[in-house]
């Protein structure tokens, strides 16, 4: 094995035991725990594809932002502090969606890279080349994306307001 | 494919290690020294002596401490979620050091033949890299005040968590600025940018954004809510004691250390500066901690002279001044750099692109803007 | 690309173990002996008494949370910029000036309908009709971050 396979058994092993680990734990917060580790275990994977810029935009974005809000979510709402598990009883239905989008990732990945594996430009995934291609080919999803953020925040806003107005 | 390790011998490996370990240690005895110069600033400004026991005029006031808290009982609340409570400490420790890895500090020597940069990686992705570690830096203050099982620390981290996030934002915008300017993230070349002007002369208000936003990043006063003892006790560490408790400390210290670091590597030229010919790889050393010395002296200053913030006004400042002034920046050094070098060719279709985008923005904000009147059904209060 | 990590790596595993060590070493070197008071939660000399649950925090650091998130990806979107602007050009400048204008529409809503207050507003009820017996505790509590 090449030093890249190494890392990544190693990557792949950590990351599915903290995924099942996050499923599994009782405690809401040692579960956005296990998701911080699988989260920076998929920024990994793109530094061991060569996509340094968007590995480390995982980290920054999922881990030290996503996860905080929902941190911050389970505070604001019922979260138990300390030694108190909070559970609910819908495994069933979880796990029927999750079956669904690892049947759906797999068909996608499938027909994308047909088993061969991706090739790996290691060139292409520089700061540079991404703002290129970003700002050059994909104008028009760019700016759409300013609109997702723009609804997305009037979304928080609208749902956080209180009614306690008479 | 990824290209193939370099061939690396046995020396080559400890040369490495070393390097590592050596600015490891560095970096806390960096510490150690900066705590006894924050007490000794201290005591200058407020007239008093300050530490004079340990060592020469207490320079070892701070071993004196840490040995201290190392044997001292530690104590783990009985609501505290144990392996949490355990990780917190340590995990607001690690980022800080890491964060330190691709700051370079000198030219290098050479040992051995071998060429020894004065830098742990010089990523390609540096800043972003600098980003990610100040982001990770949250998680200590959360887990801390989560697992803690007692209610000041869990207020005190919602509140610092709230605060470093929102200054985090200014910071990446400052970053941004520098970014422009340098036309890379990584360290070595940002600083080789400046071998003229230092970017802290051209780009001032991104200067002055970083220096606030890494105050409130690195929780000192006057932006030091999160340990307003007057109302929280002792914030998000008021649970834990001994050793535990050292580990805030050093990475509130690292941290500060780190921040100042970027500071100068990003503004003040980094290791740059005039110096003699002779034992050249010592000269940007201390061009380095000089300038470092400096801004943590500016953060001494500051803290000794401000009062601290009320937390309103805190954010307020956070969000409704240093963002908008952060992005509009950004926006006017693009113009600065841009304007000149392309009008001409593409400017039709590109005036066309901003009177749509500005009319767009306008048709959309004019609500908000726009007095607003009664709707037909509403009865006035 | 990867090799540059490896140094990093150490670093990490040095901090790793010097945290670890530090705390492993402490804890068999020092004394232990915890008493009930000792272990109770602080709460300045009352009984602890936990928050209540529910809401015990304002909404509003989800607000600004979510904020964070929105500011957050708007900065990473100008780093690829940032990097490559000058090839870019005028288009590239007025590509991110209509992208800032828009999450900044988002930005004047929040403060518009009063997400960056952090003051309590007066409380309008309080005029109204006087409050129960059990709100004005309940509202301590709500506000005490």
Known sequence: MTGQEYVFAVLALVGTISAIRLVTAKNVVHAALYLVVTLSVVGGVYLLLAAEFVGWVQILIYVGAIVILFLFGLMLTRAPIGREALDNQQRGIAFLIGLGILGGLVYLIQGAFSWSGPRLRPSVGTTAQLGQSLFRQWVLPFEAVSFLLLAALIGAVVLSRRDDRP | MLEAAPEMDWLDWILLVARVVVVFFAVLISVMLLIWMERKVAADMQTRMGPMRAGPRGVLITLADGIKLFFKEGITPTLADRPVYLLAPVIAMIPAFLAFAVIPFGTGVTLFGRHVPFQIADLNVGILWVLAMGSLMVYGIVLAGWSSGSNYPLLGSIRSTAQMISYEVGMGLALVAVLMYSGSLQMSQIVASQDRVWNAIPQFPAFAIYLIAGLAETNRPPFDLPEAETELVAGYFTEYSGIKFAMFYLGEYVNLVVVSSIAVTLFLGGWRGPHPSFVAWLWPLLWFIAKVVAVVYLYIWVRLTLPRIRYDRLMSFGWKFLIPIGLLWVLATGAVVVLPDVYGKGALLTGALIVVGAILVASLLWPLIAPRRQSAGETPQ | ?145
């Open chain 3, 1 to 145: 690309m990867l090799s540059e990590y490896l140094p990093i790596a150490v670093l990490a595993t040095l901090a790793v173990l010097f945290g670890v060590a530090s705390l492993g070493v402490s804890a068999l070197l020092r004394p232990n002996r915890p008493t009930r008071a000792k272990l109770a939660p602080y709460e300045c000399g009352i009984e602890p008494a936990r928050l209540p649950a529910g809401e015990r925090f304002p909404v509003k650091f989800y607000v600004v949370a979510m904020l964070f998130i929105i500011f957050d990806i708007e900065t990473i979107f100008l780093f690829p910029w940032a990097v490559g602007f000058r090839q870019l050009g005028l288009f590239g400048l007025a590509e991110m000036a209509v992208f800032i204008a828009l999450v900044f529409v988002a930005y004047v809503y929040v403060w518009k309908s009063g997400g960056l207050d952090w003051r309590e507003p007066a409380p309008r009820r309080a005029a109204a009709a006087p409050p129960t017996a059990l709100e004005p505790e309940a509202r301590e509590v709500v506000r005490a971050g």
